[in-house]
């Protein structure tokens, strides 16, 4: 609601600058996700969550304030809550949850997720339909959202503090600290390249999909609906993953899920001039896919990493995420320009594909005692 309703506020109000100034601090403070990550493994998964929430609640109580000097300090107070919050759910839930719960947890959190995008999406459109003007709509919906996180703090501040459950050593008790120290560091770079990868080719996509359909024949009306389409194909994806999926074969999971995704990426490519119905056919499916593949990978990065380290080794891999969305982002738009939607599409399909097949050589070797079978 809040990303909806914010940047066309501060258009209304002439201080688009200051948004875009606000929105890049608010990225690079959220993506020291390695140093939160670290703080959430040393203050506790479930504290450092509540913390998150508060600074994040907040962060976005100040958006109403367009001034520069307050836009940036609001915005670094909401990009560090929404970062803390996003790595320290990682050792809150490795701590409390057995490996047989958490790919129903992490089903769960995403489709709450999505679910939560999609009515934030629709109250704000709700609201601007009932708001005498436009203005009017983005600043009640800027009150709103605050109170709808302040709501969130309270959930969680009831929250009790779960018994950690014993978990095995994923490493030999007599190990001293600084071989665990190169296991760690040896398992964030490999979780940082996965990440970078598949922040850029994400990044490929999400930003230009509505041009992408729109080149591939849709309309405006019928793109905005393509795009609501997709939201639901992701939310009934990870509701299936949430009920269904067990910890017994995630690799397998990942694998079919990603290969998927790469190559009906590639069929978009070739499909742009068969018309929207086929195109919208496509990227729906696409959207259901990516869901597994993201949930599968999750799953196996708590399978993986161990206890001691959830909050950082997770915080180093979104930090990588958010680098190679950065680069995606970057470097999509002479792709687009040169290439066209196809040149983009080919380029995502083939980063995804080589995705599906780096994760599993990288990170098959390194799963710790308690992780699922491989596949």
Do not use: H
Not at 4 to 31: D, H, K, R, S, T
Request: glycine share 10%; aromatic share 10%.
């Amino acid at each position: 609601m809040s990303k909806v309703a914010q940047p066309l506020y501060f258009e209304q109000v002439n201080a688009l600058v200051a948004f875009g100034i606000g929105y890049a601090v608010m990225a690079v403070v959220g993506g020291f996700s390695f140093a939160w990550g670290a703080f959430a493994d040393r203050f506790g998964g479930l504290n450092a969550v509540r913390l998150g929430t508060l600074l994040y609640a907040i962060g976005i109580a100040g958006r109403l304030f367009t001034d520069v000097i307050p836009v940036v300090i609001f915005s670094g107070v909401a990009g560090a809550g929404a970062s803390l919050v996003l790595v320290a759910i990682r050792p809150w839930v490795r701590s409390t949850a057995s490996d047989e719960e958490i790919p129903k947890i992490v089903g769960a959190r995403n489709l709450g997720n999505q679910t939560g995008l999609l009515l934030g999406t629709v109250g704000a459109a709700s609201i601007f339909a009932l708001s005498a003007t436009q203005g009017d709509g983005a600043k009640t919906a800027l009150l709103i959202a605050p109170a709808l996180v302040a709501a969130a703090f309270v959930w969680v501040m009831l929250a009790p503090n779960s018994q950690a459950r014993s978990l095995p050593n994923s490493v030999p008790e007599e190990a001293d600290e600084a071989a665990d120290r190169r296991r760690y560091k040896a398992l964030a770079v490999k979780l940082a390249v996965i990440g970078l990868l598949s922040g850029f080719y994400v990044s490929l996509v999400a930003p230009y999909l509505p041009l992408i359909l729109t080149n591939g024949g849709a309309t405006a009306a019928q793109a905005a609906l393509i795009m609501a389409l997709m939201s639901v194909a992701q939310i009934c994806a990870t509701w299936i993953f949430s009920r269904y999926s067990t910890s017994s074969r995630p690799f397998a999971l990942f694998a079919v899920s990603e290969v998927l995704t790469g190559v009906i990426t590639l069929a978009a490519a070739l499909a742009l001039g068969l018309g929207a119905p086929w195109i919208a056919v496509i990227f729906i499916a696409r959207a259901a896919f990516v869901s597994l593949a993201i949930a599968s990978e999750e799953t196996i990065q708590y399978a993986i990493i161990p206890a001691q380290a959830t909050g950082f080794v997770f915080g180093i891999s979104q930090t990588a995420f958010l680098v190679g969305d950065t680069l995606g982002g970057v470097l999509g738009a002479p792709l687009w320009l040169n290439a066209g939607p196809e040149g983009l599409l080919f380029t995502a399909g083939a980063v995804t594909l080589f995705n599906a097949v780096l994760l599993p050589a990288l990170l098959r070797s390194v799963r710790s005692e308690s992780t699922v079978k491989a596949a």
